[in-house]
């Protein structure tokens, strides 16, 4: 994790946060949980 660590976190999956929910199903909760 050294120069090229911010490329690797650009693209790591735990720099966005969990994957966006599918659209038309729950995309007006797109910055909030899946937790139902």
């Given at each position: 994790m050294g120069s090229s660590g911010?490329?690797?976190a650009a693209r790591a999956p735990q720099f966005?946060?969990?994957p966006a929910p599918p659209v038309g199903s729950q995309s007006h909760?797109?910055?909030k949980p899946l937790a139902v």
């Open positions: 911010r490329s690797e966005y946060g969990p909760l797109h910055d």
